[in-house]
């Protein structure tokens, strides 16, 4: 059984002076437990934090190193990952269950690649210089803010992790991750890739354990300057009240209902590729999951045929199988509170259009499996098209021109990402800009370059993320005035 550690101050292991309790980490697609995870204590926290904070003062290894050699670190990173790229998708996928080819070609890649974009961004991370004129120069400087604290969901662990933690080093800050109780395993594999790539000691640290405890502790100290936090809206809001009295800053990705909008005039065969795509990778636990498909009225009768035709057909399988499509859930409580949803749908009057049930027989006997589920004749009242589910459900309305389509997007609390399929790209844009979310998607889903910024909008969260727009949010920007020449005021006489 593999024993899982904390890494503080560049040790493994978390304060001497805690008995620590143990969390078992388990398979969710046979329910085996696979590890034995050390549980944070307040003492922990306290040591994590306090290695963070003393790697971030005036004089220290992590200090004194020039932006360049910051990029090697994380450059560094990025080739050690690739290098173990195999081994932390199967450790991603084992933690997880989303499927091998997901965690291999997919999340490893990401996260090795927002080191690689942050190492070559570092140096970018810059302030402005004015001059009067009048023998004052004032400059601007990015500064980092201190100890950062990256909090982060179960759903997409190692690449989420880098995502706050690779701006965070590039723009020269110290961190404490803490991952989701239930996936630490491609955090452990993480850090020991930052121990041997040769990160200074307390400039990177790890915590394991429950969010309500340790993250709470990360929330009200005093001595961490800034929050990065993925995941749900409901601790989104307790996070903001906890943080309050240290007035951190604050990046909050929070939870996603997003609209994929399909027009009369769309190929209908992408359109539906498309939606099954945005609604069912990773079993639906997507943040930006395209959970509510709108379908005009003309072609409504045909996209709801062909998905039933084809939603019917997912091969569901284990998380390893070359030849599956569609893995667990990722524990069971997830997929008991998915299931409320399922009935609660039917309960609420939705025609449960495919799936619905939960996987029990055979293989998938001890694991957390729902078969991909579409309720079709939704109304936009209904909870299942208001709240996010983050599992394998997808609502489908119809609606009548462009301006309804717009209304019933925009109806919901979050505002995270949305696509529009249409041959009409005047209207595509159009729409585009009404829509009120962070990302949108024409034609196409969860397509990026990779190196731009987004920030959502709603209750979707708090921040710009990606980018060099999303390095400066880990500075401050100082603003220094300089004279050469000392000379007299002559304000008083
Ligand atoms: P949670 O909000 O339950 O947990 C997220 C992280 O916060 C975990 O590490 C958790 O620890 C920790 N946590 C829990 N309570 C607190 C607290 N009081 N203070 C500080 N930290 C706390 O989300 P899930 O892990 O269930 O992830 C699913 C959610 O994440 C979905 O709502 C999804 O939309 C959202 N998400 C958003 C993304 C985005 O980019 N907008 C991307 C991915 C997911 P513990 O594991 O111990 O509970």
Known sequence: MQELHMFIDGRWGGSASSEKQKRSIVDPATGMVIAEAEEAEQQDVEAAVNAAYSAFQPGSLWRNLSVSERAELLNRTADLIEERADELARLETLNTGKLYRETRYDDICAAAQEFRCCANLAGECRGNTADSGDGLLSMTVREPLGVCAIIVPWNYPLGTAAGGIAPALAAGNTVVVKPSSLTPLSAVALFQIFEEAGFPRGSVNLLLGSGKKAGKLLAESQKVSKIVFTGGTQTGRELIRNSASSVKKLAL?????????????????????????????????????????????????????????????????????????????????????????????????????????????????????????????????????????????????????????????????????????????????????????????????????????????????????????????????????????????????
């Open 253 to 493: 990705e929070l939870g996603g209902k997003s609209a994929f909008i399909v027009f009369d005039d769309a190929d209908i065969e992408a359109a539906v590729d498309n939606a099954m795509f945005a609604s069912f990778l990773s079993q639906g636990q997507l943040c930006v999951a395209g959970s509510r498909l709108l379908v005009q009225e003309g072609i409504y009768d045909q996209v709801t045929k062909r998905l039933k035709e084809r939603v019917g057909k997912i091969r569901v399988g284990m998380p390893m199988d070359e030849d599956a499509e569609f893995g667990p859930l990722i524990s069971q409580q997830h997929m008991q509170s998915v299931l409320h949803y399922i009935r609660l749908g039917q309960e609420e009057g939705a025609k449960l259009l495919v799936g619905g049930k939960r996987l029990e027989e055979g293989l998938f006997a001890d694991g957390y499996f729902i078969e991909p589920t579409v309720f079709c004749d939704c109304s936009q009242s209904m909870r299942i098209v208001q709240e996010e589910i983050f599992g394998p459900v997808l609502t489908v309305q119809k609606f009548s021109d462009e301006e309804s389509a717009i209304e019933l997007a925009n109806d919901v609390q979050y505002g995270l990402a949305g696509a529009v399929f249409t041959k009409d790209l005047e209207r595509a844009v159009r729409v585009c800009r009404n829509v009120n979310t962070g990302i949108m998607w024409v034609n196409t889903y969860l397509e990026d370059s990779g190196v731009l910024a987004s920030s959502p909008h709603k209750q979707s969260g708090i921040g710009i993320a990606g980018g060099i727009e999303g390095i400066k949010e880990f500075t401050v920007l100082k603003q220094i005035n300089v004279r050469a020449v000392q000379e007299k005021v002559n304000w008083f006489q």
